[in-house]
Nanobody, 125 residues
Framework: QVQLVESGGDSVQAGGSLRLSCAASGYPFSMFCMGWFRQAPGKKREEVAT???????TYADDVKGRFTISRDNAKNTLYLQMNSLKSEDTAVYYCARDLGGYCPQPGLHNAFPYWGQGTQVTVSS
């Protein structure tokens, strides 16, 4: 079955960097849209970045220029490089898989049905 396991979360100072990883298994990784999401305490889960099966990526406005999503299909691994971290980036970060190769529009119902367990990122100012 589909398994997604995130790692790389940590506590860092504002301005620092982290790279999150998501190890995928149980399906042909290269064929599907993948995404990173985050949820801060008391807030709704939000989409951070997506990358489709063809390498096209999208970003939330507040992470553009600071975060980079990438995938290594040979390693079945999704990455999120996070630079210039801010306190407002503090959240649990999740990776997720969609049902197709192209990524859905943000907020689409029933999108990304497969999720990892999350990894905590804490940024202190």
């Amino acid at each position: 079955q589909v398994q997604l396991v995130e790692s790389g979360g940590d506590s860092v100072q504002a301005g620092g960097s982290l790279r999150l990883s998501c190890a995928a298994s149980g399906y042909p990784f290269s064929m599907f849209c993948m995404g990173w999401f985050r949820q801060a305490p008391g807030k709704k889960r939000e989409e951070v970045a997506t990358i489709d099966a063809y390498g096209t990526s999208t970003y939330a406005d507040d992470v553009k220029g600071r975060f980079t999503i990438s995938r290594d299909n040979a390693k079945n691994t999704l990455y999120l490089q996070m630079n210039s971290l801010k306190s407002e980036d503090t959240a649990v970060y999740y990776c997720a898989r969609d049902l197709g190769g192209y990524c859905p529009q943000p907020g689409l119902h029933n999108a990304f049905p497969y999720w990892g367990q999350g990894t905590q990122v804490t940024v202190s100012s």
